[in-house]
Structures are given as C-alpha cells and as structure tokens.
C-alpha cells in the first residue's frame, strides 16, 4: 500500500511541477519557467479536472498578423483533424489516438514505438490538406501549425471560417514570433487540459524537460557558441533562408551552443550571395522532407560552388542534415532532431 501511496504522490508532483511551468535547476530553466500565464482560464478546472465549458485563450492569423481568439470548448473534443504529422504524434503521446479523424502533411518519419497506432490515423492527404478535404471529416477540433490556418487549396480553412461553422481551432503558440522553447510546454499544459488529460500532459513534459536538462548538460560551458544558416539547392542554385521569425526553432539550437546568423534580418527575408560570405557561417543546414530532393546531392553541390569556398562550414566541411518536420512541425519532435544535430556537431559527446 505503501508503494502505491508513493507512485501518487510523485504523479500530483509532476502535475504541480508542470502547473509552475517547470522550474528546473538546467541552465535553460529559465526559458520553460517563462511560459505564458493566463492561457486558461484560471476558473475552469476543479483540482485536476477539467471543467466544462472551457475558455482557452488562442489565436487567429489574418494575413500572416496574429491576433488573440479566446476558444471555448464545450466538452472534450471527440473528432480532431491534426494539420501536420508532428501535432498528431503528440496527440498520440498524450493518449488521444481514437479522438482523431484525420491527419495531414506527412513530411517526416514516424517514431517506431508509435508507429502503428500513427496508421489507425485516417490520412486526409500526404501533402498539405484543404478546406474541403478537412470539414469532409466532419471534425470538432482542427489543430496545428499556425500558418495552415489559411483560406487555400494548401490551408484547412481560417479560424474564423472554422469557427462561424462551429469547429473549435488550436494554433500551436510554438510558431508565434518570439515563441521559444517554453511555448511548448504551454501548449503541451493547454492541450492536456483541453482534452482532460492532464496526468499524461504533466508525465509527457516532466520526461521532456528531462531530455532538454541532460543535453544542455552535455554540451560543456566552454564550447563556443557557432553560427549557423539554414540553406538549399534548387537546380543547382543556392537560396539561403534567414528563419528571422522562426525564433521556436532558434531557442532549441542555442541549447546546443548553435545561434542564426540571420536572426536579425527583417521579416524572413531570403539572404543574398554577398549577404551569406560576409556573414561566414561556422554551420549550414539543409531539411530533407519526403519528396525532396536528396539532401546529399545538394551537400555535394555546396562543397564544388566556387563562390562559397571562402564560408568557414564549407572549408571545415560543416553541412548537417535536419529533418524537416522536426524542425516546422512545431512541435516536441524539435528535441529529437537536436539530440541527433549534438551528436554529429560533437562526436566526443557522451551519452
């Protein structure tokens, strides 16, 4: 009995611990610690129980401006439509597969210990999903990347098309401008509590913060920090993506002592020749995606492209392949592709 007593306790601690956002003792505690209050309505849940009907605060995007769109749920949803693999596999992690009636955007690889129930998912389309094939599933809940929000043969309708129809919507807060690594366990927090799962929420994010607390501890104080460039190849020719919005995806780099060397550009504005020598950087990325082309070869391309032998990453051969829905599926699989990126970045880490 006494054990039993034991295990429950240490459960409500998780609870809490997520409660305060996880203030952890990692030097990248600060970032989780920061997350968002006020999300959720503080007067709808009784102890760990979610009480309906659920006020969350969210968001609408109207040509790419995010405004804030409070959404209320009246019970749990029960047909969920996922916008892109990654959010899908995290409803997965949470216990949430039979709530889910479609998925979309396929771009990656599945984890193997979730792989079959992944297959119980319907698959409303490989690529990006519509509008028509979305509401066709009949869902009360789409949720996902923020910017498939969108009224397009490539979006699943805007919020507000969505919700004048009566369809719930969740935009993940990771894919906001400014969002950093604390945006995920707020929508982690969020989702547990929209769904009323809040025990496999708390489990999930305790287990998360424990990977992050161990690579930070990895990657020793003293390496210096390296500038980075996310990069691709399109017939032959270079295009360089500054990701100056894409500050998510930075704040997980910085746990591995990686920084943008285009942070500060405007608006996501793509980088010139001469803007990319000047800036030198010591790390390119490439995303490979299913369907594109073979990071290899565009690897290969870099390496012979006269113009680019004087960049520090093509002399000391530093050109590294990230998977593309790690990285902008927005979510907790970005911790996955930064343990795999230390390990090639710094092969005398141990595990």
């Known amino acids: 009995m006494r054990k039993i007593d034991q295990k429950y306790l240490f459960i409500m601690c998780l609870i809490l611990l997520l409660a305060g956002m996880m203030g952890c003792s990692s030097r990248i505690s600060d970032e989780t610690n920061g997350a968002a209050e006020g999300g959720i309505n503080k007067q709808v849940q009784d102890g760990f129980s979610t009480n309906?009907?659920?006020?969350?605060?969210?968001?609408?995007?109207?040509?790419g401006v995010w405004s804030e769109k409070d959404q209320v749920f009246k019970a749990a949803p029960q047909r969920?439509?996922?916008?892109?693999?990654?959010?899908?596999?995290?409803?997965?992690?949470?216990?949430?597969?039979?709530?889910?009636?479609?998925?979309?955007?396929l771009y990656g690889e599945t984890a193997e210990d979730i792989y079959n129930e992944f297959q119980t998912i319907p698959v409303l389309s490989s690529e990006y999903v519509g509008k028509e094939l979305t509401?066709?599933?009949?869902?009360?809940?789409?949720?996902?990347?923020?910017?498939?929000?969108?009224?397009?043969e490539w979006g699943v309708g805007t919020v507000k098309e969505l919700n004048s129809l009566g369809i719930n919507t969740y935009i993940l807060n990771t894919g906001k401008k400014g969002a950093t690594i604390s945006a995920l366990f707020?929508?982690?927090?969020?989702?547990?509590?929209?769904f009323n799962v809040q025990e496999n929420a708390a489990a999930f994010a305790a287990d998360l913060q424990s990977?992050?607390?161990?690579?930070?501890?990895k990657v020793s104080e003293e390496q210096e920090t390296l500038r980075y460039a996310y990069v691709s190849v399109t017939d032959g020719n270079l295009a360089v993506y500054s990701a100056s919005n894409d500050t998510f995806q930075n704040s997980v780099l910085?746990?591995?002592?990686l920084d943008n060397a285009f942070k500060d550009a405007a608006g996501n504005s793509e980088i010139n020749l001469e803007q990319f020598v000047s800036a030198n950087p010591d790390v390119l990325l490439i995303s490979h995606y299913n369907g594109g082309q073979?990071?290899?070869?565009?690897?290969?391309?870099?390496?012979?492209?006269?113009?680019?032998?004087?960049?520090?990453?093509?002399k000391n051969q530093r050109i590294f392949i990230i998977d593309f829905s790690r990285f902008w599926g927005y979510s907790y699989q970005i911790i996955d592709g930064a343990e795999q990126?230390?390990?090639?970045?710094y092969p005398n880490l141990k595990d």
């Open 186 to 194: 707020q929508d982690i927090k969020e989702i547990g509590t929209i």
């Open 254 to 257: 910085n746990i591995i002592k």
């Open 135 to 152: 509401l066709g599933a009949a869902p009360d809940l789409v949720i996902g990347r923020a910017d498939l929000f969108a009224d397009s």
């Open 294 to 314: 073979d990071p290899m070869k565009s690897i290969e391309q870099i390496y012979n492209m006269p113009a680019l032998q004087s960049i520090s990453a093509v």
């Open 341 to 345: 990126l230390s390990k090639e970045l």
């Open 52 to 63: 309906y009907p659920l006020s969350v605060s969210n968001h609408s995007i109207d040509d």
């Open 211 to 217: 990977r992050l607390d161990k690579l930070s501890e």
């Open 80 to 105: 969920v439509v996922a916008n892109n693999q990654s959010i899908a596999e995290l409803l997965i992690r949470l216990g949430l597969t039979k709530s889910m009636v479609g998925v979309a955007a």
